[in-house]
């Protein structure tokens, strides 16, 4: 009991470890101690367990190990979520501790039965007719040494894919974004997108756990052709720029709970306007774009329509007739349904715009609503849900002076950290990937980091470069191979020109 005790203090400690194998740390060796140790635990626990009798105990205890693990990671990883309940502690603040423990509790079932899985693959792999074996002796035999790497990779994939999407959509801390420590291993994901990534680590990750020569050598020899290969897309040229359209990136800060949060409508975009800074524009500057949900258009008393007119003609007032796209909250006067969208404003009105096809659970809508309706804080909440926009829309299109064009395909926040095949249509036929978002939720924590590193990996999946603008978070001008060209830093104010 007291061996186990010490596996389980172990997996804890190697599960906060991993999270710094993420963003805003992005450190290669403790992605690699972590993930390398948590199988070589698994293979020790079988190791051990392989002596006697392996009965449901070994399982149970097995997914003992994963289970901490993961949760000891996304505890350590998801810490911020409790930030978004803090606009009103006094209806949302019992719901923190639930909020930092349950999520996190969910996702780690998973982590569980990769293990309960892996520890029955080491089963089936490490047993031979004259009974079970020590595995370092068992799989000194190169290829079962790949089989099981193999194995691992496609189960821990899985697994994945299980967490982000059976119940809830939350495909958050993939293990290929732990790629961020290098911008030539991240290249990969362009061909077998982020989830492939996480099968690379964990193969040369299991490959290091058996410690035989042949096998670390090929890990190493993997990692220098996958190092080769990003470093060759790299290099191969390829222009961007599709016109000469110039556009201004703006990053604001306006945080829940702080003085920003309680100013009026026409006061916000009065200060996001100062941020933009059209009097320093030589004319070059075609449009200007603000972050998520700068404009709420929306109002319930009948007038919704005259009042979304008057503040679009003031923000245009004070962008000197420069067309804005901008994140919007809308109001569907017919339904009194709302909406977080995208317009694109010029010549005073909205040309155009883009409904959210994804929202946040529980932060813009309920799941499960008709079950958790009973739950006060749930039944007061689903009254102010978001609809769901519809799921074919067009891109924008921007035009330049010389009668250029540029097709933009938006994303709002939370629908970024959405890998291939989400928006496959619209991607497909867009030449520049526009993502507004609010990471002011996230607070002073490591998730602005996280939120920027998954936005970046889909401009490296599809190929197309991208233009990030947060308020309260980080915004970039990203090349089609995930390169930073400019980038406004975490809590401040300003704005890039960049040309699409």
Known sequence: ????????VCAAILGVALTFGFSPYDSFCTLLISVTGFISLLRYFFKVSAYRKFSTGVYIKAFAIGYVYGFAHFCS?????????????????????????AIPAVMAVFTAFFAIVLVWVMDVLFVCKEGRYSVCREVVTFGRACLFAFLSGILWVACELLRSYLILPFPWQILGYASAYSIEMMQLAHYISVYGISFIIIFVCTLISIRTRASVSFAILICIVVYAAGYYRLQL????VHSGISVRLVQSNFYPNSDSHYISKLEKIQRVAQISDIDND????????????MLDLQQYDGSTTAYSSSLLDYASSLLKGKALLSGAILCDVATERSYNSIVLLNGGGITSRYDKRILVPFGEYVPFYDILSVIPVASV???FAFATGDSNQNNFTLSGNDGSKVRLAPLICYEAIFPFPYFRNNLHNADVIVNLTNDAWFGESIGPWQHMQMARMRAIEYGIPMLRV?????????????????SISFGKDGYIDATV
């Open 1 to 8: 009991m007291y061996n186990f005790i010490i596996q389980l």
């Open 77 to 101: 990883s998801l810490y911020w979520i409790a930030n978004a309940l803090r606009i009103d502690e006094g209806l949302y603040g019992w719901l923190i501790p639930v909020a930092i423990c």
């Open 381 to 383: 909440f689903g009254q």
């Open 282 to 293: 030589d004319g070059s500057v075609d449009y200007v774009i603000w972050a998520e949900a």
């Open 237 to 240: 040229g390829g222009d961007d």
């Open 470 to 486: 947060a308020n309260g978070g980080i915004s970039a001008h990203i090349d089609s191979k995930g390169r930073l060209i400019q």
